[in-house]
C-alpha cells in the first residue's frame, strides 16, 4: 500500500481570492469581525476577548476558497490530491427504476455537484450545514458498476473492463458492503462540506435509488506540515511515493480510456477499483520499527527505500548487506507492487484512511478506503493484486473486506451531465 498514492504536493485546485466587492457568495465569506471577536491584549488591560461589530468582512482561508471545476475532460476528483475528508457511496437503483429514471437522477446529480463544487448552496431544500464554509476543495465523481447496465437494458454498452474482479487468497468480503449499481465519490478539505455534499446527494436519489452501502475517511489536512509532503497511512508509512505523476508522458495512457476507446461513451473516463482493507493494527504494531520497515521495503521515517537515497531515489533490487542478504527482503510490499515488477502495470491511486470504531475485544476498525484509478483494471489492479496474493509480507497485517469496480464516465461538457453520452446515446 505504501507506494502507490496520491502526494499532497500534487495539489491541482483554483484558488479564488474575490474581495467582497466582487459578489463572491454567502457561503464563500467566514463572516464579519464582529462574529469571530477581538483579542485584547496585556496592553489593553484585559485577559479576555471581547466582541466589536465592524462592517468589514474576512475573506476565506485559502484552504477554504479552493475551487475544483465540474466541468471538464475528466471528471473531478481522479488526479485531484488527496483531500481532508471523503465519503465513498454506493446505490441500487430501486424496483421499476430503469433507463429513464437513471438518467433523471443523474441530471440531479449532476446539477447538485456543479453547484457545491462551486461553493453555492443546492437548488432544493439545502440544509445550511455548509452556510459558512467555502468550497474546500470539493469534488463529486460519478460511476457505474457492473449490475446498473442490465438494469437500465444497456448490456451492450457495458465495457469488457468491468467485468466482476477475479477472488484474491486475502479476500475476506461483505457481499453488502461490496458493487452496486452506482457509486459516488466525495472529497472535501472541510469535513461539513463533504458531509453536506453527502446529504445532498442522498436526498436528490429520491425514489429511484436507495443507499446500498457508505463509507467515511479521512487524510491530513492541508497546511498540517510544514511543507507539502506524502501522506501517512494508519500503520505510519508514507503512502504514495512511486504514484504516477501527471507530468508522466504516459500518464493518461495509463490512467485514462482513449477519446478512440471501447466503448465510446467511457472516452476519458477511467475505472475505479474500490477496496475496504483492514489494518491489524495491533499486530502491526507489536513488530520492531526494523521489521515494519523489511515488511514494507522502506524507511518509516523517510519513504526511502532500504537500498538508500532519499523518498525519490529509485530502489536498487539488487543491493545485498554484508552477508549475502537482499537488503530489500524479496517479500516487501515495495518490491512486489514495483510496475517495473508486473509488466508496467500501474494505477494512481487515492485512498481515505479510515476508523469505525473498536470490537468488543478493543482492537481497532481501521484501515484504508482504497480507491485506485486506471484505464483497464486488467492491466492495472489485477495482475498486481494477483502477484500480491502469493507472497506480498504485508498481507499478514490486512484483511480485504469489501470490493468494487465502477466504470467512471469522462467529464461532462458545458450543458451535459455526468454519463449522458451512456443514457441518451
Known sequence: MADQSTSEASRETVSEN????????????????????????????????????????VPLTSVGADTAMFHGKH??????????????????????????????????????????????AAAQDDTDVARDAGPSSLTVTFGFG???????????????????????????????????????QIGANDA????????????????????????????????????PMTARNLMGQLDGTRNPKPAESDFDERIFVPASGDPAWMANGSYAVVRRIRMLLDDWEQLSVKAQEDVIGRKKSTGAALSGGDETTGMNL??????????????AHARITRPDQNGGAA?????????????????????LLFVCWQ??????????????????????????ESSGLFAVPGGAAEGEYVGQRLLEG
Open 18 to 57: 474575490a474581495s467582497p466587492g466582487e459578489g463572491i457568495s454567502r457561503r464563500r465569506l467566514l463572516g464579519t469581525a464582529g462574529a469571530t471577536g477581538l483579542v485584547l491584549g496585556a496592553a489593553g488591560g484585559a485577559a479576555g476577548y471581547a466582541a466589536a461589530p465592524s462592517d468589514k468582512t
Open 75 to 120: 471528471q473531478a476528483g481522479i488526479t485531484d490530491a488527496l483531500h481532508a475528508r471523503g465519503h465513498l457511496v454506493a446505490f441500487d437503483l430501486t424496483a421499476g427504476a430503469g433507463r429513464k429514471e437513471a438518467a433523471a437522477l443523474l441530471r440531479r446529480w449532476s446539477t447538485t455537484a456543479q453547484r457545491l463544487m462551486a461553493g453555492e
Open 146 to 184: 457492473h449490475s446498473f447496465f442490465a438494469r437500465t437494458g444497456l448490456e451492450k454498452q457495458r465495457p469488457v473492463a468491468l467485468d466482476p474482479l477475479p477472488d484474491f487468497s486475502s479476500d475476506h468480503l461483505d457481499k453488502a458492503r461490496s458493487n452496486g449499481d452506482l457509486w459516488v
Open 192 to 227: 461539513l462540506v463533504a458531509f453536506h455534499a453527502l446529504r445532498a446527494i442522498q436526498k436528490d436519489a429520491g425514489s429511484a435509488a436507495r443507499v446500498r452501502w457508505q463509507m467515511n475517511g479521512f487524510n491530513r489536512s492541508p497546511g498540517a506540515t510544514a511543507q
Open 318 to 331: 539488487d543491493k545485498t548487506d554484508a552477508d549475502g542478504n537482499l537488503v530489500v527482503p524479496i517479500n
Open 347 to 367: 494505477m494512481l491511486r487515492r485512498p481515505f484512511s479510515f476508523h469505525d470504531g473498536f470490537d468488543t475485544d478493543g482492537v481497532p476498525d481501521a484501515g
Open 375 to 400: 484505464a483497464d483494471p486488467v492491466r492495472g489492479f489485477v495482475p498486481v493484486q494477483r502477484k500480491l496474493d502469493r507472497g506480498d509480507a504485508l498481507s499478514e497485517f490486512i484483511r480485504h
